[in-house]
């Protein structure tokens, strides 16, 4: 049996991803001053590496992409235990 088809009875169990685009420090101030609209600029862009996570665990490594209207993430690279 491949190893795929092992797994197979996870394929439905919804995992929650975590797309790290970028961290900041705000006062509390600056936060509480935040309205609906409001827009915070990041340091990333497109074409930027991003960490993917999956419960907590690193996942992924992923680029920021930009197709039509949509911002994305295409993944990379897959960290290999040592």
């Given at each position: 049996m491949a190893p795929?088809?092992?797994?197979?009875?996870?394929?439905?169990?919804?995992?929650e991803l975590e797309l790290v685009?970028?961290?900041?420090?705000?006062?509390?101030?600056?936060i509480l001053e935040l309205e609906e609209g409001s827009l915070l600029r990041l340091t990333r862009s497109a074409g930027d590496n991003i960490?993917?996570?999956?419960?907590?665990?690193?996942?992924?490594?992923?680029?920021?992409?930009?197709?039509?209207?949509?911002?994305?993430?295409?993944?990379t690279d897959f960290p290999h235990e040592q």
């Amino acid at each position: 049996m491949a190893p795929l088809e092992e797994i197979a009875f996870f394929a439905d169990v919804p995992v929650e991803l975590e797309l790290v685009l970028d961290r900041m420090t705000m006062t509390v101030r600056e936060i509480l001053e935040l309205e609906e609209g409001s827009l915070l600029r990041l340091t990333r862009s497109a074409g930027d590496n991003i960490d993917v996570y999956a419960s907590d665990a690193l996942l992924a490594y992923g680029e920021v992409v930009v197709i039509e209207s949509a911002i994305g993430v295409r993944l990379t690279d897959f960290p290999h235990e040592q």
